[in-house]
Every structure is written in C-alpha cells, then in structure tokens.
C-alpha cells in the first residue's frame, strides 16, 4: 500500500506544478472527444505529454497537434480492438446475466471479472503503446493485461484511485472538465513507471528523482 500512495503523491504532486499544462490538454482532450474522429488520437496525445512530464521531460500544450498526428493511425487502431474486447465481453455477460438457469448466473459472475480485469489493464494500454519501441497492437494489448497480474496491489490501487477521481469528478463539472482526464492519465503513467521501475531496475530512477 506504501507504493500505491507513493506513486498516488507523485502523480498528483506533477498533476499540481503542471496545472496549466494539464488543464489545457484536458480541455483539448474534450474538443477531440466531441468531435468524435479525433478521439482517440487525442486521448493519444493527452497520454503522450502525461508521459514525457511523467519521465522528467518537457512538453507544452502545443505539442498536443504533432501528438495527435503522429498517433492518429496507431491510436483508432488501439481503440477499435479495445472496443471488440469490451463489445465480447458485455454481449457473453449480458447473455449468460438474463439467463433463467441459475447454474449460468455463475458463469456470468466469471464474465465480470473478466471485464473488470479488461478495464483494470485498459490503464495501462497507452502506457504500453508510448513506452514499446515497436508498439504492435498485438504486443500492447498482451503487455498491458499481463501487467495486472505481475502487480495485481498496485493495479488495483490505481483502478480505486480512478474510480474515486471519477466519483469526485462527475458531479462537479469544472473538474470533470479541466482536470478529470489529465488526472487519470498522469496516474496511469506514475503507476506504470513505478511498476516497471520494480520489475526492470534502473528504468524510471530519473525522472523518480524528479518527482519526489
């Protein structure tokens, strides 16, 4: 629990000192997400700069265009297999939940781990993509639902810190709008470089010195 908050106070501590940043590409984040086709490449670039601040580099509210660019292709990629996922997993869970056989009520039990272990690792999706030098869509989605089960303490603590961001968020509109989705990026990014900094030693030390 120790790591969980300390990769908690961290995310949220960068979250602070980039506040300008962040809520500019919130806002951006939700134009794309209005507009529908950018939506996807535009969760990419909101990830891209949660990324290079969250590894001690710099990044600007304009590097948000070049960002969505470069992932366009990629990120629709990424969102439509993501999609499939969800789209089998909800028709199998809503087929065996209706059902009147009682033994298949348990069977749907199974399909709700199922998709909360789908949505846990959907945390990590761009982390993964951002972070492989050849981001096949193959090899993020096997690497980031792995990942859960290689530090299942951590990856539960990051979904319980979304989640209660997103149960703090929703009401009040002004965080769902300007922090809400850099908050959750920034934190999927902090997990994930401190979980991989315990599993390949000496790969996030740097910017850990940063942020502490």
Do not use: C
């Not at 761009?126 to 639902?145: I, T």
């Amino acid at each position: 629990m120790r790591k969980s908050l300390l990769s908690f106070y961290r995310g949220m501590h960068l979250l602070y000192e980039d506040l300008f940043l962040f809520v500019g590409t919130s806002v951006l984040w939700w134009v794309g997400i209005i507009l529908i086709i950018p939506a996807a490449p535009a969760t990419a670039a909101l990830n891209q700069i949660a990324y290079e601040r969250v590894h001690g580099r710099r990044a600007a509210i304009s590097d948000f265009w070049p960002a969505l660019k470069s992932h366009f292709g990629h990120s629709w990629l990424i969102a439509a297999l993501d999609l499939v996922g969800f789209a089998i997993i909800g028709t199998n869970l809503l087929f065996y939940a209706q059902s009147s056989a009682l033994a298949l009520h348990a069977v749907a039990i199974f399909w709700i781990v199922v998709l909360s272990w789908w949505s846990v690792g959907n945390l990590y999706l761009f982390p993964f993509l951002l972070g492989l030098e050849k981001p096949r869509p193959w090899l993020v989605f096997r690497s980031a639902m792995l990942l859960p089960f290689a530090k299942p303490g951590q990856t539960i603590s990051l979904a319980l810190f979304v989640i209660s961001l997103t149960i703090i968020s929703v009401p009040i509109v002004i965080l769902l709008l300007l922090i809400w989705p850099a908050a959750v990026a920034v934190l999927s990014h902090t997990f994930f470089r401190d979980i991989m900094e315990e599993l390949v030693p000496g790969q996030g030390k740097e910017a850990n010195k940063t942020l502490s």
